[in-house]
């Protein structure tokens, strides 16, 4: 089983905060994913990585995949409420076709 | 709205019953994914199929079953049920048969409630 593990698991911080949340492994994924979850809803791809070392950003949102493609990370600058959610991330396995999905961290952003 | 469509949205039965779920991709979408969420658990994955063939199988139990239409849609066979199946299953489709590209869009779910 490749087990990704998320933390922070809760985080709750001030509108304007910075944050950064980790999504580690000790297994090597052909890919990996960030989503976003809100209650009730089903989750929403965020950004895909694929390269070790691989670095996105999307507007105040800053993705890095790991060198060894093991584990990535997650970082927002100047959360918003609007940024509150379930954030999970999901590796894609590198011996088959199965996604696995992390623990996830629920960030809540209070204005 | 991902494109990938789910019904029903809600779903109350008792335990023993049996329930089928629906799912259908986005347009072009050759690969579904089912995946169960529950609190204790998080999201499982449990079966994948591609262009019809069921092409990776994760955590499914046995009462449970999946197939695939010529159509594409998917549906997701609970039958047995059990008071801990009570979860929400989603389904998700992507336009490659494998994790390597790593895309997934997810429908809205169907919210089982097992009494």
């Known amino acids: 089983t490749q087990l990704l593990e998320q933390s922070p698991q809760f985080l709750s911080i001030q509108e304007g905060e910075n944050l950064t949340v980790y999504c580690n492994s000790s297994?090597?994924?052909?890919?990996l994913q960030w989503y976003r979850q809100e209650p009730g809803e089903g989750p929403v791809l965020l950004v895909t990585?694929?390269?070790?070392?691989e670095v996105k950003k999307l507007k105040r949102l800053t993705f890095q995949f790991g060198d060894a493609r093991k584990d990535s990370s997650l970082h927002i600058t100047a959360a918003q409420p609007g940024d509150t959610g379930l954030y999970l991330c999901?590796?894609?396995?590198?011996?088959?076709?199965?996604?696995?999905f992390g623990t996830g961290t629920s960030l809540t952003v209070i204005p | 709205d991902s494109g990938v469509t789910q019904t029903p949205k809600h779903l109350i039965t008792a335990t023993g019953q049996r329930v089928t779920l629906r799912c259908s991709p986005r347009?072009?979408?050759?690969?579904v994914y089912w995946y169960q969420q529950s609190l204790d658990q998080g999201l499982q994955f449990l079966i994948q199929?591609?262009?019809?063939?069921?092409?990776a199988k994760g955590n499914i139990l046995e009462r449970f079953s999946a197939q695939q239409f010529p159509d594409l849609h998917s549906e997701l066979n609970l039958s047995s049920l059990e008071l801990g199946d009570s979860a929400l299953y989603f389904c998700?489709?992507?336009?490659?048969?494998?994790?390597?590209?790593?895309?997934?869009?997810f429908g809205p779910g169907t919210r089982l409630t097992v009494l």
């Open positions: 999901a590796g894609g396995s590198n011996t088959g076709n199965q996604f696995y």
């Open positions: 199929y591609y262009n019809g063939e069921e092409r």
């Open positions: 297994s090597v994924f052909s890919s």
């Open positions: 347009s072009g979408d050759l690969s």
């Open positions: 990585v694929v390269t070790g070392g």
């Open positions: 998700a489709s992507s336009p490659h048969p494998g994790t390597a590209e790593g895309t997934q869009y």
